[in-house]
């Protein structure tokens, strides 16, 4: 088995990095810079009315992560199935002096 990666491999592991660092890292700035609540709950008063709801639906910010996660997986199925083809093996002759 041979430890370069090829072109899916790259694509794979770039598609799977880029949707968890956008629904961890990139959407929780914005959730951070938007201001209260920082939880993934709606704010409440006492009374039970909501008064600040969170600015990113964090279904979206679930999904996103989710879905990196099942390119990942994808991924490593594509890889466990795969056969490298076998190496070169060709002989030369060797003359006897």
């Known amino acids: 088995m041979t430890q370069q990666f090829d072109i899916v491999d790259k694509v794979a592991l770039a598609v799977s990095a880029a949707l968890m660092l956008l629904g961890v890292v990139i959407l929780g700035l914005i959730e951070v810079l938007a201001g209260q609540p920082y939880g993934a709950a709606p704010l409440t008063n006492e009374a039970g009315d909501v008064i ?14 989710i879905l990196g996660l099942v390119v990942l997986l994808m991924w490593g199925v594509y890889r466990a199935i795969t056969v490298d083809p076998p190496a070169d093996r060709t002989t030369t002759e060797v003359t006897a002096d």
């Open 52 to 65: 600040a709801t969170p600015a990113i639906d964090p279904v979206v910010r679930t999904g996103l992560v």
